[in-house]
């Protein structure tokens, strides 16, 4: 640890307000109140993204010309999203947490220089730990939580990597991507910032189920309670050694045809449109399956669906705040072990999402009770990000990333899933193993592509 605190020194810590015009009051709400979308996430631990962007350019331009500009648009960006600069409360007289923003709350930003390798931190293969101290911290505690924070990290003359931490109640894949988005134009001038403009009306999310949010902040309260309002995140335990490994696996459109031409020539079930998703989710799960050598007699797989076309009616694609739903299905360890496992993977996830289509909402009212009791405990595997949300197109001004890492999955063990850099329409599919088992993951990634 003391060798890694000698490769990066802290520049600066200081906090980032909104922009405040007085001729002219902000258009975004003050105060929000949280969905049922949003409570299910109230106490996940944040989620964490890293952009490297490569610079060859001074360290006297770092300083006096991006670095200001990236401070100064954020604070613009902020004036659009403004109860991100604020906390998420849980008020006495309250049964619900809220989002509240007043005056004079900001964001945390830090400013790193680090010594350590931009080629190697940026690589499609590193230690994982090597990128830890890119990652900006979350403050929380049990009276409040802040909602974001950003640290930005240099290299001299080689690059820099925004780092940025957002807490999950606020906070989906897209929403946190769009936020990325509205920031990066505006570092640019991009005239198209009325495409990214986020709505936080949450009106427009019917509670179907009558009284569905008070019964998910009751179940709040009384978990490890009575009356816990605590909005201390939660803790999971980290399952990897020392030595774990975080890379990057491609599937290219030659292997995702490849992939989708097998399972319809061998799959029992009757698919006319295999999806992109499914392929890659029932791939990777069989390889990991293969890896991990499970002995548990089954395995669940747990992947979101983002509701905002599939509610009646569908709500506006820059709906911020949460609107993604998790679905779990339980496939059986033998058979996703065996020869057939990317098949097997496979036909569970489709008949899964064949079942969305005729109800996304189905058992919502059950959804926070089974997250916080669950009935049985099997291997988990679970997908996070997703090629929809662009982001390789996030650009400040000095290119495209060279590397996006979602850098809190190396404690929850999902894998991340986004388009590919290349913008050749594969995907890219970040995962950490320990080393052992990452090179046998590898073998069996590349072998079972050869094979098909």
């Known amino acids: 640890m003391a060798q890694q605190e000698q490769s990066f020194k802290i520049i600066e810590v200081c906090n980032v307000e909104p922009f405040h015009e007085p001729s002219k009051p902000s258009q975004s709400p003050t105060s929000l109140p949280l969905t049922f979308f949003d409570l299910l996430w109230l106490r996940f631990p944040p989620v964490q993204r890293l952009f490297f962007y490569e610079l060859t350019n001074s360290t006297t331009f770092f300083y006096e010309i991006l670095l200001p500009n990236l401070k100064n648009s954020l604070s613009l960006t902020l004036e659009l999203f403004l109860p991100l600069s604020g906390n998420i409360i849980w008020p006495i007289d309250s049964s619900k947490p809220i989002i509240n923003y007043v005056h004079g709350d900001s964001v945390s930003f830090t400013v790193v220089e680090s010594k350590e390798s931009f080629e190697d931190l940026s ?47 606020a906070f989906d894949g897209k929403s946190s991507t769009n936020f990325m988005k509205s920031w ?78 097998n399972a319809k020539n061998e799959m029992k079930m009757n698919v006319i449109n295999l999806s992109t998703f499914s392929v890659t989710c029932a791939y990777v799960i069989s390889c990991l399956a293969k890896t991990e050598e499970l002995k548990d007699e089954k395995v669940s797989f747990i992947f979101s669906v983002d509701c905002r076309t599939r509610l009646e009616p569908s709500i506006s694609s820059m709906y911020f705040g949460n609107c993604v739903v998790g679905h779990i299905i339980k496939l059986e360890t033998k058979k996703l072990m065996g020869k057939g496992g990317f098949l097997s993977a496979l036909e569970g996830i489709s008949e899964r999402l064949e079942k969305v289509k005729n109800g996304v909402l189905d058992g919502a009212e059950n959804w926070l009770h089974d997250m916080l009791n669950p009935k049985e405990s099997f291997k988990l ?24 890492d979602m850098a809190s999955t190396d404690k929850t063990g999902a894998f991340s899933l986004s ?34």
């Not at 101290?133 to 990597?161: R, W």
């Not at 949300?389 to 060279?402: L, Q």
């Not at 046998?440 to 072998?447: D, E, H, I, K």
Request: net charge neutral; with cysteine; aromatic share 10%.
């Open 184 to 261: 990066s134009y505006i570092t640019c001038s991009n005239p198209n910032l009325g495409n990214v403009t986020p709505c936080f009306d949450r009106s427009v999310v019917e509670d179907h189920y009558s009284g569905i949010s008070e019964a998910y902040a009751d179940a709040l309260m009384n978990h490890y309670g009575p009356n816990n309002k605590s909005l201390k995140v939660w803790e999971f335990p980290g399952r990897l050694k020392n030595d774990a490994v975080k890379s990057l696996f491609e599937l290219s459109p030659s292997n995702i045809q490849k992939l989708k031409k």
């Open 123 to 169: 690589s499609n293969h590193c230690e994982a730990s090597k990128r830890h101290h890119l990652i900006p911290l979350l403050k929380t505690s049990d009276e409040k939580a802040s909602l974001i924070s950003i640290q930005v990290t240099l290299f001299p003359n080689k690059g820099f990597c925004i780092g940025i931490s957002t807490h999950h109640v």
């Open 419 to 452: 388009e590919s850099k290349n913008h050749n329409g594969g995907i890219e599919i970040g995962l950490a193993l320990n080393k052992h088992e990452m090179e046998a993951f590898s073998t069996l990634f590349v072998q079972g592509l050869e094979a098909i």
């Open 381 to 404: 595997y679970s997908t996070a990000g997703s090629p929809r949300f662009e982001v390789y197109d996030i650009d400040f001004g000095f290119g495209k990333p060279k590397k996006v």
